[in-house]
């Protein structure tokens, strides 16, 4: 269909609105109607392909839904339905990766970050309304940078009843309480906290939103010290 460096330049050319037109160059047809028990599909036969999405998702994740079926077309899914709550299988998180590659190219939420500093509610909430999508695509994109700004991140998502349903990457998530964050949510829809576990330094940010909570967890390098030299004056 297209190769995915092309797609990721044609949607970072476009920004914000990169997905919406890369669907405009490829020969791909997008419906939006109510949907039942998934947030949306994609098929494709021969030389053209359908995407249809669910019109009751808030705008923001009708675009990311949109993105989200488009990476599985770039990908090479013949047949696939986006089901709610089965985001945590491989393909899944290789899809949504792409997805939000093209919603908010790395140059973009670079602007962002700095290197070596936290980010913060704030830069987060910024980037979320520059780029028309949710908290957590702007989360993730955090996460996934975590090599150039030199801070060791996961991202988590948690369903309402505050069991988590998806992180990034999986193996760092543990280093929370998220029983904790969520009950804090409950009472503020965001909230930016900083504690050591003994060994390391972390800043949360936590977020609530109608459907989930998310949290971005950001981990601080260790600094080493400099042994102290005898001053030779
Ligand atoms: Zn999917």
Redesign the pocket.
Known sequence: MIDIREALWTTESWYPNGPEKLVESLPVTVFYTPLQGCSGWCTNFGDKAIIRISSSLAKVRQRFTLA?ELS?LILGAET?V?QDNLTDLWE?LE?NILASEMLLPASKARSGLAEGVAANAVSIDRLAKDANVSWMVVARRFAHMNQSTKLTVAVARIAESGKMIWSFPRSKFKAIAFETCYSVLSEKSSIEMEYDDGESHFKAILHKTPHSNAVLLQKFPVIVEPAESECPF
């Open positions: 989200h599985h696939h986006t899944e899809v």
